[in-house]
């Protein structure tokens, strides 16, 4: 737990989970001393432990009125805490601590008056080994010594347990950063390192300011690492970070990261924010598979390093999708966030269809979209169950956030958007997304916000396609429509109804907004067979659709009602039309 010192030490609850929006923070000075090793006796044996100490400077913008300031912080010893202003008025304030909702809760001796002040605070914690936090991992080399690595993974909500912040995604800073460590250490950080100066055995390393920011974007690792030589995108310097020995497994990484820079950068029609840099470090215990920090992306080894020459075709698809998802992020997520974590979304399932687009650019060989028709299995299947959620749901306690990272926000989001992006078309999805990015520049924005940046995009071209009605439907429905088709009367059309498909039907009367993409084969009675594609959009339960349009009498000799596979939707054919696909199956892509 936080161990907050105050002159009573007592503990108090306040009401809700999110933060008093009557102070804001600007800018964090933060100077950490990581990897302080303490023996202690526990049980009759010597444990060994590490610590890290703090010096933190808020300054901090009051929009009303206070006697106390409420920031997050967690498994933290906070020795003292102050405020000063512009004109030298001292503040002392008294901690205590709020722990279901990892409360740091400051009571000043005096108002604290509307405008700008600095909060100070001094704090230990401990590295902990539950890859989360401030961190410690530890990797033995070959002649079986251990070695050392302190590392961060703050998203979603551990940043508290590194600092005292305001650690909402809505409460965005900027940082200025110093880590002082043993001179013989690598020490990153998210922005560059502009000075260091040395004292006895160790050294301060001064980090270049970040851009605005949330605090889970926040990032150090200090240890032995090995850097590669660096390449260089449009001006940002690239390079990969391991620990000892694994040189020949970093060029792949880097191509990757060399051609996904320069390609998010053309198609947001806007530079990297973070800076000139960004490296990429490969640790040996990480949680997940990657962390997309801003200029210092975090990842498990085994998501980053590769010997090209050895590497299977699936184990580089892998590492170049993880790669080129993170860089998406910077754009998506780190320079325009999400207001809250129920947008997760917005980061999630965008860089996760976004790392599809760039890699089909990059390989086109490869035809990605068929190993995304695999990936997404998993999501048709959880998104089948009756426990399935929305892509977007409300959080009810920062605990509940985790769970959230699953294949519904990774996989179904990204169906989603794959879907909207085949519909609207590729250019006019571009144009959208920079609309997007020009209005919400270093900002917070919800999903509507996106939806309406889309669909400017569609009027710019246009394209009147009521992008944010038929989102809106999809992003906050659970589950997924069963389309069933079947021949009309008529030769020249087919029948289409929805239904709600789930494996243990509970009689859901849900419609969703198709976006129909269909390819089909037409038999003529004069001339050859004719293949025509059509878009088309129905809300109803059912509705028949005439194919051929203009081009006289014809039947059909079969129809694809997901044409490119990019819906997020079951088709069940009829058993004549079912027999027409058999018989020409040559017609059908892999995803289909």
């Known amino acids: 737990m936080c161990m907050c010192h105050s002159k009573e030490n007592t503990a108090v609850t306040l009401k809700g989970f999110r933060l008093p929006k009557s ?32 010096r933190e400077q808020i300054k901090i913008n009051v929009i009303e009125a206070t006697d106390r300031i409420v920031l997050h912080a967690s498994n933290l010893e906070i020795h003292d805490a102050y405020i000063v202003n512009k004109k030298g008025q001292r503040l002392v304030g008294t901690v205590t601590f709020d722990p279901e909702n990892e409360f740091a809760i400051i009571s000043f001796d005096g108002v604290v008056a509307r405008g700008r002040w600095t909060l100070h605070t001094r704090f230990t914690g401990i590295h902990n080994t539950k890859l989360k936090g401030f961190y410690l991992s530890q990797w033995t080399d070959a002649e079986g010594e251990q070695h050392q690595i302190f590392t961060t993974q703050f998203e979603s909500i551990d940043a508290r347990q590194t600092f005292p912040c305001f650690d909402e995604p809505g409460m965005k800073a900027t940082f200025d950063i110093q880590l002082i460590v043993d001179k013989n250490l690598v020490a990153l950080s998210n922005g560059r390192d502009v000075k260091t100066e040395y004292f006895g055995d160790k050294k301060i390393v001064t980090y270049a300011r970040t851009p605005k920011m949330s605090t889970y974007l926040v990032a150090f690792s200090v240890g032995e690492f090995e850097s590669s030589e660096p390449v260089w995108a449009n001006g940002k310097e690239i390079r990969v970070w391991s620990i000892p020995g694994k040189e020949h497994m970093k060029s792949f990484a880097l191509k990757v990261a060399k051609f996904g820079v320069e390609w998010y950068e053309n198609f947001f029609d806007r530079p990297y924010f973070g800076g000139d840099k960004i490296d990429m470090i490969a640790i040996p215990d990480f949680a997940a598979g990657a962390m997309e920090n801003t200029g210092l992306i975090t990842y498990r080894d085994t998501a980053l390093l590769i010997d090209e020459s050895k590497a299977s075709h699936s184990e580089l698809e892998r590492i170049c999708e993880v790669v080129l998802h993170e860089l998406d992020h910077q754009w998506n997520g780190n320079e325009v966030t999400m207001d809250d974590w129920n947008g997760l979304g917005l980061n999630e399932s965008f860089a996760t269809i976004m790392a599809y687009v760039a890699m089909n650019d990059m390989f086109p060989d490869w035809h990605v979209f068929n190993k995304f028709g695999v990936a997404r299995a998993g999501a048709f299947a959880l998104d089948s169950l009756k426990s399935t959620h929305a892509v977007e749901i409300p959080v009810s306690h920062p605990n509940d956030i985790q769970q959230f990272f699953d294949q519904i926000t990774y996989e179904k989001g990204g169906s989603l958007l794959f879907q909207i992006i085949q519909y609207m078309g590729f250019a006019t999805f571009r144009h959208g997304m920079r609309i997007y990015m020009q209005r919400h520049a270093l900002g917070n924005t919800m999903v509507s916000q996106l939806w309406d940046a889309l669909e400017a995009g569609c009027k710019a071209e246009g394209n009147n396609t009521p992008v944010r009605a038929i989102m809106d439907a999809w992003w906050n429905t659970a589950g997924h429509p069963l389309l069933s088709v079947r021949q009309s009367d008529d030769p020249g059309a087919v029948i289409v109804s929805q239904n709600k498909f789930q494996f243990l039907p509970q009689g859901d009367k849900d419609t969703w907004p198709m976006m129909l993409h269909v390819r089909y084969k037409l038999s003529k009675l004069v001339g050859a067979d004719v293949i025509v594609e059509d878009k088309v959009l129905f809300n109803e339960h059912e509705m028949t659709l005439k194919l051929g349009g203009s081009f006289g009498h014809e039947s059909i000799k079969w129809v694809v009602l997901n044409a ?9 054919y009829s058993y004549a039309l079912r027999n027409k696909l058999l018989a020409d199956l040559q017609s059908l892509q892999v995803i289909e």
């Open 23 to 54: 102070v804001v923070p600007v800018r964090y000075k933060l100077r950490l001393t990581p990897g302080i090793k303490v023996t202690s006796r526990v049980a009759e044996a010597d444990e060994v432990v590490y610590k890290f100490t703090g």
């Open 564 to 572: 490119g596979g990019s819906g997020f939707y079951r088709v069940g």
